[in-house]
C-alpha cells in the first residue's frame, strides 16, 4: 500500500483533542465530517526494531474530499451544490459582461437618435417650411429691385416657382394672410416673384438666369379677358417687366400678371433650409 492515498470518513467527538484539525477543514456543526487523506507509509527504521504489535506509522493529511466523494457523503441530505456554487471570478465576469452589453445598447440608441434628428431642416425665424424650402411673406411693400435686394440680404432670393405643388402653397398661404388682415386692394393683395423680362422683351427669366418654361400659371385679365402678360405702358412708359402673384378667391394657378417694376407690392422670399 505505499504510496497509495485512501479517502476515510473520520468523525471527531468533542473530547478528541484531533477536534481542532477538524474545526479547521470544515465549517459545519459537530455532526460535520472531515475528510482526511491517509497515506500509509512503512515505519522508520527505528520504529522496525519494536515490538511486532507496535501501530505503523501513517502520513495523515487533511484536505478537501473529491467533489463526487462530497456528492456521494451528501446523500440523504437536501443540500447537493456544494461544488455548483459559482465562484467570485465567475460572478464579476458575468457582472462585467452585462455592463457592457447594457452600455453598447445605450450607446446604439444614443447614435440611432442623433442620427434619426441629423438632417431635419430648419427654417429662420418668421420664415414657413414646405417642400424642403423655406418662405418668408413680407408685411411692408417696396419696388421690386428693392424686393429683389431685401431677400438676397436675408441670404435667399426672390422665389421661383418650380412645381405645382409649391404654386399651390404659396396661392393658398397668400389668400389666407389677406382673409387675416382684411386687405382688398390689388395693391396690397400682391406680392412679388423672381421673375422678369427686364433685359429682353418677353424673354420671362427667373432671377438665377433660368427661362420660364411654362406660361400656364399667368392670369386671365377680367375687364378684358385678354392673358398675361401684356405690353401695358399708360402707368410706367418703361412697360410692365416684372411679375407679381395676385391671389384669387377660388383659382389657385393662373394668378401671375405682369407689372411696372417700380410699383410697391410685398415680396415672398424663398431660402433653402438649414439641416441641424
Known sequence: MAGEVLYSSVKFPQENKGRKAADQTSIGDGNDVTYAAVKFEEAPSAQ??????????????FSEAPCDQQQETSI??????????????????GVTLLCLL??????????????TLKGVPHCPQEWDLS?????????????????????????????IIETVEEQRFLSEKTKQILNNTGLNTNEQMSHWIGLTDVVKEEDWRWVDNRTLNSTVYWATRQHDGGKE?????????????????????????????DASCSSQF??????TPQLL
Not at 447594457?102 to 442620427?115: H, K, R, T
Not at 410685398?266 to 431660402?271: A, L, W
Request: hydrophobic fraction near 35%; charge should be neutral.
Open 76 to 93: 440523504g441530505t437536501s443540500d447537493t451544490s456544494v461544488c455548483r456554487v459559482p465562484s467570485c471570478r465567475q460572478v464579476a465576469f
Open 229 to 257: 402678360p401684356d405690353v401695358f405702358s399708360q402707368k410706367d412708359p418703361s412697360g410692365e417687366d416684372c411679375a407679381h402673384l395676385l391671389p384669387v378667391k377660388n383659382n389657385t394657378m393662373n394668378i401671375w400678371y
Open 131 to 159: 417642400s424642403g424650402k423655406c418662405y418668408y411673406f413680407s408685411t411692408n411693400t417696396m419696388n421690386w429691385s428693392s424686393s429683389h435686394e431685401n431677400c438676397t440680404s436675408m441670404g435667399g432670393d426672390l422665389v
Open 266 to 271: 410685398k415680396r415672398i422670399c424663398e431660402t
Open 102 to 115: 447594457l452600455m453598447a445598447v445605450m450607446i446604439f440608441f444614443a447614435f440611432y437618435f442623433v442620427g
Open 48 to 61: 522496525k526494531k519494536g515490538k511486532e504489535s507496535d501501530v505503523a506509522c501513517a502520513a495523515v493529511k
